[in-house]
């Protein structure tokens, strides 16, 4: 999921709809002096820079995560929902992602030509030409299909340009450990939503957490992608981004296949404020 799917996401939600999600909230800019503020924005960019230029260097990236998003309910009660997945992508038109929560199996195959879009639980696929890059795909995705990535937003080949597009504020917030690994805190600032971003240190400059923050919902409902295994310059089967329709399996159109969302049908948050 990317920032502009959340905010999208959210709004929508927001009118009585599923249910909102996303990020954490970050105050620690509070008191800053003025210039030490601006030199740790300069880091936080160079390093986020560093990080985009990293990821988009590698032809293939595998790898594993968890997400949590959250839900405020219509009585301002917050629920938060669980999934876990992974994604194998071949630059620059290759993709297959998978993604199982407890109330969706999904598994998204990509070949450059066709989107193939299952969800297990369902037993049910649709099909679509999709000719292009991953990155267009992202975008068609968001815009036509209203479907997502998780991660989308750090793995575009031009990723940087996407995540600092209408930042208002860059922070190094200092270190943290992820899963045991030492990385740099950045935190972001958007006219709709906060976001962080932790980064391993060294060589590799890969996202170990990513955290989007609603601005515009009441009980600023966040979505966290935490990225558990992260692999590069792996074997790729021949067959690893052919899609093979389950036995039994029914094709259907787009508007057939809703039930794919990480938050159950039925959900209503509270409101847009």
Known sequence: ??????????????????????????????????????????DAMQILKAMTDYVSSQKTISTTYDTDIE?????????QFAS??????????????????????????????????????????????????VDELVARLRDQLGMAIPGADIMLSRSYDELTTDVIN???????????????????RNHDVDWQLWVELGSRPI???????????TGAPQYTLRIKEWKTDVPVAAD??????????QKVEVSALANLDEIPQGVVQGEKK
């Open 207 to 217: 996202p170990r957490k990513y955290v989007i923050t609603s601005k515009d919902v």
């Open 1 to 42: 999921m990317t920032r502009r799917d959340f905010v999208s996401k959210s709004r929508h939600r927001a009118h009585g709809w599923l249910a909102a999600a996303l990020g954490v909230l970050v105050t620690v800019t509070a008191g800053v002096a003025p210039s030490a503020h601006a030199q740790q924005g300069d």
């Open 170 to 188: 860059a922070t190094h917030v200092g270190r943290g450990v992820i899963d045991g690994v030492e990385c740099d805190h950045l935190a972001f």
């Open 240 to 249: 690893a981004f052919s899609f093979k329709a389950p036995p039994g399996s």
């Open 84 to 133: 876990s997945g992974q994604m194998l992508l071949s630059r620059p038109d290759k993709v297959h992602a998978s993604r199982v929560g407890g109330y969706a199996d999904v598994e998204m195959v990509f070949d450059g030509k066709t989107l193939s879009v299952l969800g297990k639980n369902l037993n049910k696929f649709v099909q679509v030409d999709a000719a292009g890059s």
């Open 71 to 79: 839900v405020l309910t219509d009585n301002l009660q917050k629920i």
